[in-house]
């Protein structure tokens, strides 16, 4: 036998058994092996992943706490790594800066001191805080000795945007994520009494859906969160606000539930477990949510990101979480104006981070869609 | 046909009773109604109001009435004398407020509408027509980008782009000189000159998501054997692709003018804002910030109605366009 003729056959052989791993793989499988080929939608996984890694953990991410605040450096520009001196790769480092009067606008301008430099250090001991809110600590990722560093800047007050930014994404991301939730569970049942028992129910709720989608979301959630009372605790803002964005959110997940249970139930499976007895919310939960499972999720991913615009809408214009809470929206509110936005062009950076992860989710989205029917050539 | 057309106004009349009661709801919400805001007011200006004062004035207004009585009282003399109420943070009636900003948010929406389709549908053909092309790949990339950027964030982008590197500054409507000066063709010009801005932004997300579903409904087509019996035939390629399956296509569209409504009132809103136009827009921040509910409310409820209408004219612009629609049951239903 030739060499050849060998490399065949063995060709022949492992095609044959791929093909029994194909046969023999259960749904998810068969959905996971076919997002992995969408080359998008996987890079916004590890992007998305890693946002809220950095969510978890922002105070060991951040150079500061969210309550520190600079003495002297309001409006500083983010602040420059150098990783070169004469020409020479160096320990990353940062030259500290002198703030100096322009004459002419009689602003503070802020001018690299090249005399000063701090090197960066990793692992450093700083301010004190609670990892995963457990255990007591106060090392830090980066930091610097003598100055301090401010990778996107500070605001008016001095705060570093950078760790404000990190601390801003556990409420920026986590609200799609609990918004998506409510409406998820509002959806689901709401979506499955109208599809499961059709006829008049299903109507009412099909009629309900429609002027809840007909009303414009942006008007009509200013005027509800208008309602709340600004000196509520944060968390209970939180939570209000999330509902608020869920009332509009669930319809697109009950129609989808509708659907697709008005063509499951009419299946043969659905019979043979109504005629073996099964009770009605068995039925459902048992036989017909899992075979559309795959649909949902798609549906829940496509609506998160209209979640987290809607917190950072509603926030940016002051009628979301209000300001001792950090969110990207929040941070935006510096940013309102095109006069603070020409002068300090870092305080759009949050904005970055929120279309990033609307972007990634899109994408994400995008590829589960695809891959959510994996029998469907 | 008019048959249709009834059925679908008779329909919507219970839609807006719904609405009503929502925002009637909405508007008392707040803790407190109104009277106790302007007490409140009157006690920081110094002005002690005696209780039989507070009492006139909660008759003048009604509030003393159960709240089934205020909602109709209400729902009357919206309907009958066009009041909406009062704001009191403006110390004008709400229909006089809304009279001089409705007509601009609803000229907005249109030509966005308008700007939408004339944007999107060519778009949508070329990138069918040629799928997997360079420009195929670079639309669909661009409406990507336009459903996931929302309005106000690209509006914010852009101003800092536009007035960082090239230096001029985009927002408002008018031009300082011409704001309050009554119309004229230099105002009008003026507006023209500004007006583009506002409508791509508010656009852009709709003219994305029309290019995707026209390039998908326009490739089912192409791909039926219609076009293949045309194309065997002889047909001229061009007649042949813009006479039958492009026609085909276009249908579902019309049908998503009643969804792209809402997200134009919701994004036009946000621009508005941030661009500073004089639309409900910033209006309605400043009620719902000084809790006018009047006329945050009446605001809500306009648009709402807006919405509504627009929908009920795409279902009889749809209607129109397809006689299967009209006489009921698409297919098998």
Known sequence: MSNEKI???????????????????????????????????MISMFILLLLYFCAIFCEFLSPHSITYRS?????????????FRNGKLVRPFIYGFKKELDLETFKFKFKEDTTQ?????????????????????????????????????????GRCLFSRTLYGSRISLSIGLVGVFISFLLGIVIGGISGYFGGTVDNIIQRIIELLIS???????????????????????????????????????????????????????????????????????????????????????????????????????????????????????????????ALYPWRLIPAFFVILTVLCFNFLGDGLRDAADPYAR | MLYFIMRRILFIIPLLLIISIITFVVIQLPPGDFLTTLITRYKLSGIELAENEVERLKEMYGLDKPLYIQYFKWVRNMIFYGDFGRSFEWNRAVSDILRERIPLTVTISLITVIFTWVVAIPIGIYS?????????????????????????????????????????????????QFLTAPWSILKLIDLLKHIWFPIIIIGMSGTAGLIRTMRGNLLDELRKQY???????????????????????????????????????????????????????????????????????????????????????????????????????????
Not at chain 1, 231 to 253: A, H, N, Q, R
Not at chain 2, 137 to 148: C, E, H, P, Q, W
Not at chain 2, 249 to 277: D, K, Q, R, Y
């Open chain 1, 7 to 41: 490399f065949k056959e063995k060709e022949e052989i492992e095609g044959e058994s791929l093909k029994e791993e194909i046969y023999l793989a259960s749904q998810w499988q068969l959905i996971w092996w076919k997002f992995r080929r969408h080359r998008l939608a």
């Open chain 1, 71 to 83: 003495e002297e450096f309001y409006d500083a520009p983010p602040t420059k790594i150098h990783f």
């Open chain 1, 117 to 157: 430099m701090y090197p960066i250090y990793f692992f450093v001991r700083g301010e004190p805080y609670k990892l995963l809110g457990l255990y007591p600590t106060n090392i830090h990722l980066f930091g610097t000795e003598g100055f301090p560093i401010f990778p996107f800047g500070t605001d008016s007050l």
């Open chain 1, 215 to 341: 009303v414009p979301t942006i008007p009509f959630w200013m005027v509800l969160s208008a309602s709340l009372p600004r000196d509520w605790p944060v968390v209970k803002t939180y939570f209000v606000i999330t509902l608020i964005l869920s009332i509009i959110g669930w319809c697109g997940l009950a129609r989808v539930v509708r659907g697709k249970l008005l063509s499951l139930r009419e299946e043969d499976f659905t019979l043979a477990a109504r005629l073996a007895g099964a009770s009605e919310w068995r039925i459902i939960m048992r036989h017909l949510l899992p075979s559309f499972a795959s649909h949902l999720i798609v549906s829940i991913t496509l609506s998160i990101p209209s979640m987290i615009l809607g917190e950072t809408a509603l926030s940016f214009l002051g009628l979301g979480m209000q300001p001792p809470a950090v969110s990207w929206g929040v941070l935006l509110q510096d940013a309102q104006n095109i006069s603070s936005v």
């Open chain 2, 128 to 176: 069918a027509l040629h799928q997997y092309s360079t420009f195929d790949y670079l639309f669909t990339f661009l409406g990507f980008i336009g459903l996931s950027v929302p309005g106000f964030l690209l509006a914010l982008i852009l101003m800092w782009f536009l007035y960082t590197y090239l230096g001029f500054k985009v927002g408002g409507l008018f031009s300082p």
């Open chain 2, 227 to 333: 076009v293949i019996t045309a194309r065997a035939k002889g047909l001229p390629e061009k007649r042949l692709i813009f006479k039958y399956p492009v026609r085909i296509a276009i249908n579902p569209l019309i049908s998503t003018i009643g969804w792209t409504l809402p997200g134009i009132f919701s994004g036009e809103t946000l621009v508005s804002i941030v661009l500073n136009i004089q639309t409900v827009g910033p209006v309605l921040l400043k009620a719902v910030m000084a809790q006018d509910m009047f006329l945050a409310g009446s605001i809500v409820m306009i648009l709402s109605f807006l919405t509504v209408v627009g929908t009920l004219i795409s279902d009889i612009l749809l209607a129109w366009a397809d006689p299967r629609i009209r006489y009921g049951g698409v297919g098998g239903e």
